[in-house]
Structure formats: structure tokens, C-alpha cells
């Protein structure tokens, strides 16, 4: 049974996005992104009631994921561009068991759109290896803040 209050939340928020972003307020435009927000939120809903995670927290996570992509974007140039590449490639291993698969996915998702890391292998749904460009890429990994955030989103 899907919970009507997230549909409703979800579909809103979704739909606000929507006119936010297309600036179209034709009718036939509303009536588009009016629909399609219902039903994504929807599928939404049914996610959120199978998995389970907190959407503020999504919402924050999504944001703060887009801040340190930038922030390592700049990194990885500065390091490319630089004359003497500070460049230490290294695999990072840490362990992260959050006994919840899609969790253990969304942080992978994370790490690979994140510039100067790719996750290499997840064994066991919990030990993860990661390739880091330079120090400071394999230093954020260890310090477990993303792991964290990943954590607060699915409630664990």
C-alpha cells in the first residue's frame, strides 16, 4: 500500500522543480509536468515504502553530492594542468556494511561521479575498492563522510 502523504509531498516537490526549471507555463506544458510529477512521484512513494529512506535527507545528500563533484572537478584540473602532477594513484579499501544493496549501490554511484575516484569492486555488498587519483581523494573516502551521508539517507 503506498503511503498518499509521500506521493503528495513528492509529486509537489517534484512538480515545483519542474515549473522551476522549465519556464514553460503554457497549459499544455503544465498539464505535462502535472502528470508526469504524479506519477514519478508515485513510483517514488513505492521505492521510499520498499527501501525505505528519509527524503530531506535525499534532498541534502543530492546537494551536498553536487558540491564536493565540483569541488573535486577543480581538484583533478588543478592537478592536470599543474606543471609537477601531484598526481599518487592509489586503491582505497573500507569496509561499509549497511546490510541494504541499493544503499551500498547509491554510495558506489557516488564515488564513480565523484572526479579522481572510481569504485573498482564491492565484495560482500560491504568491502569496497576504490582507485584514488591523489591523496586528497583517497583521504575523503577514508574519513567516511560521504558513507555517512549515504547512511543518514536509507536510515542507518
Known sequence: ???????????????AVWISLSG?????????????SVVAGGIFSIINEK??????????????LMKEVIKSAIDVT???????MKINPRI???E???GNDVAATVLSGSIIL???????????GKHFMVHALTDAAAEGLLEG????????????
Open 51 to 64: 527501501i525505505g529512506f528519509n527524503l530531506l535527507a535525499l534532498i541534502k545528500y543530492i546537494f551536498w
Open 96 to 98: 561499509c556494511d549497511y
Open 92 to 94: 582505497v579499501e573500507f
Open 114 to 124: 565523484t572526479p579522481g575516484t572510481v569504485t573498482i569492486d564491492i565484495k560482500d
Open 145 to 156: 563522510t560521504m558513507q555517512k551521508k549515504v547512511g543518514e539517507v536509507f536510515k542507518i
Open 24 to 36: 514553460k507555463f503554457e497549459v499544455k506544458f503544465i498539464l505535462y509536468g502535472g502528470i508526469t
Open 1 to 15: 500500500m503506498m503511503n498518499k502523504k509521500t506521493w503528495i509531498v513528492a509529486s509537489l516537490i517534484l512538480f
Open 78 to 84: 588543478r592537478v592536470i594542468l599543474s606543471p609537477n
